[in-house]
C-alpha cells in the first residue's frame, strides 16, 4: 500500500486470487454451477464487498488504521447476530464467553492508548464497513452451500476485482506503472486472500456462523505478533494483554 494506490492492489490482488481458484475449479470441475445457479450470488456478495473495502478506505485518512481497524473487525459481531437469527444457530455459554474473550482482545490490540474518538463522517464510514462485513459473511453461507467453497471463493474474488474496474477509470489509475517488487507482492497478497477465504468457507460448511466469525476476524492479533517476530516492534502491555485474551478467547 506504501508503493501502490489502494485500488490497484484491490483489483490485482483480487483478481490474481480469483484466477488461482479459477485454476482449482477448472481442475475439479465445478464451474457449471457458478454459471447456471450462482452466478447472481456472486455479483451480488461482490459489490457488497467492493463497499466495504472502499468506506474502509475511506474512514483509514481521517481515522488511521488505529481507530478505524478496530471497529470495522468487529464484523464478526454483526455475522453472529445474524446467524442466530436466521440460521437458528445455537451456541454454548462457554462458546459465548469465547467470542466476548475474542472480540475484546482484537479492539485492545488495535486501539491505541491515547487516541480520541470522534464521532465524524469518517466514523460513521467506519463502522459502515463493519456492518457490511457483517451482512457479507452472513450471506456468504448461501451461495457456499450451493455452490461449494471453491466456486464460491472464485466468484467473489472475480466479482470484487472486476466490480473496482470503474474506480480504476475514474481515478487514471495504470495498471502498467507497476514495479516489478511491488506487483509480486501485490500477488502474493491475493493468493494469501484467496487461500484464508477458501478456508473460512469451509469452516462455514461444518460450523455455525457465531463460531467462526470471531476466529476470523482476529486477524489484528496475529498481525501484531508476526509484527513483533518478524519486524521486531515492541507491543505495548495492554496490546499483549489482549493478545492473551484473543487466545484463551
Known sequence: LDSASKWKVLFLSQLFGGLVVLVVALFLGQLDNLFFQGLPWVVVLGVINLIGMYTYYKAIPAKGIALTAPIAYSWAFIAIILGLIFYNETITSLQIGGILLILSGIFVVT???GEKLVF??????AVFSMVIWGVYFFLMKQPILLLGPVIT???VKLATSFTSIPVLLRKQINLLDTEQKVLLSILGVGL???TGFVSYNF????APIAIIAPIASATPVLTGLLGVVILKEKLLALQKLGIIITIVG
Open 120 to 125: 465524524d463522517k469518517s466514523f460513521f464510514f
Open 203 to 206: 469452516a462455514a460448511l461444518n
Open 111 to 113: 486501539f491505541k492508548h
Open 192 to 194: 494469501l486472500d484467496a
Open 153 to 155: 471463493t472464485m466468484g
